[in-house]
């Protein structure tokens, strides 16, 4: 039938919530509106209720798989970061996806493939098929052009990112204090580092580099990434690509219990889907919300200290180890019931930033929920934990976005900062202003997303040229 001729593009998720939605909803994407089929493949390590949910609801259109199982346990047994175990089954994966990409290839019209951010060592499997090798980058232009200019800064830089006089300035980019750069690359002893100095070398590789972000929200970055350069890829933003709202039940009762709040009423708290806190931080936030008197849902994980393994938090934060609850302050819940509702380790988040009493949400920075959350038109407190959200934060604070606040950080986030904050973000000028700020970009995003809207058009181009093939 027409499917059978339809042009087919296979995507590579690395583990991760915060990788397979936008893998998964790109591939969606590029099913309704430019006519492909799609196989989504993720790895045998990544598996848990959350992410077969979203692969579960791709249309038939788009099949998925995992690819087979690949020995890790040296790697665990040796305490390997995050970095390396994504990067290392990345490689061992090749030789099988090679295989499955060929009789892919046989079957259908396969035009494309497209891994993402660890994945540049799968491109050769790729080439051995015949069809060009992409990269979708799930973060933001800032975030790429640290990868891409790792290399240079590898060379140029002595010491550590964190003893840096200077902020780190890139072409276009917002300037980073060097204490902020990427978490992996602050320690330039570490395996992860060396892991991303290889992936920033690797990406140039690429035969193009698809960025989920949007003009709007990174000018100047933008403006620099979509010239054509002989160095590096050509870039193409072409998001905000965020999730679907799952529409099944709500096991955790918050839907009804937004449903019961007066409109714009309430600060959605929720640091993505692995990050917890130190337990004394914990009990500071909590102290924080309880101060403020404001309205909240708080999405609560057991602490990073409490026994838990934060590895397996990454694999599967929806199982925080321990039921959470229990980490709360003595009383907190009895006190706060009347305005608060905490919900042990999963909220479904699209609905909850889509529903009309949510006022604000304090965030991870983690790209999906930065995105999620101003296609909402819903402004943001910071409080960044790993990865590249110090980089997200010091962005969405930059004068020419500032959709967000922060609370004062002395060591630890005190009660009192948190509460200040949060007063500010509800009631203040400032969360006036971040508000009315973060209405423009979501005005932008969408409109970008439109048809003839400049994401939606930088897809239109790509997708053409893959037809074309
Ligand atoms: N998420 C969710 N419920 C939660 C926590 C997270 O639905 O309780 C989703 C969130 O909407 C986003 C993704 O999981 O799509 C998290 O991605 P993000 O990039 O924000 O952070 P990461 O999890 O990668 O740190």
Redesign the pocket.
Known sequence: GDDARAPHVVLLSSP????V??VAELARRLHAEHGFTATVFTYASSDSA?QRAVLASLPPAVGSASLPEVPLDDLVAAGAAIETLLSVEAQRAVPALTALLADIGRASNLVAFVADLFGADTLPAARAAGVPGYLFF??NLLMLSVMLHLPRLDAEIEGEFRDLREPVRLPGCVAVPGADILGPLQDRSSDAYRWMLHHGERYRDADGILVNTFDAIEPGAAAVLRRQEPWRPPVYPVGPV??RP?DGEDATGCMEWLDAQPDRSVLFV??????ALPAAQMDELARGLELSGQRFLW?VRSPTDSGADPGANYYD??KSKDYPLRFLPFGFLERTKEVGLV?P??????R??GHRATRAML??????????SVMHGVPMIVWP???E?RENAVMLRHEETKVALRPKVRGLILGEDIAEVVNDMMNGKEGEAARNKVAKLQEAARSGLAPSGISHETLTELVSKWKNT
């Open positions: 991760g919530m915060g990788h939605v936008p959350a799930p973060s965020i999730r799952d929720s640091f993505g889907s692995g990050g999405v934060g929806s919900v380790s999963w909220a479904p988040q699209v909850v930033l965030t991870h920075c983690g790209w999906n929920s930065v995105l999620e934990l790993y990865a959200q």
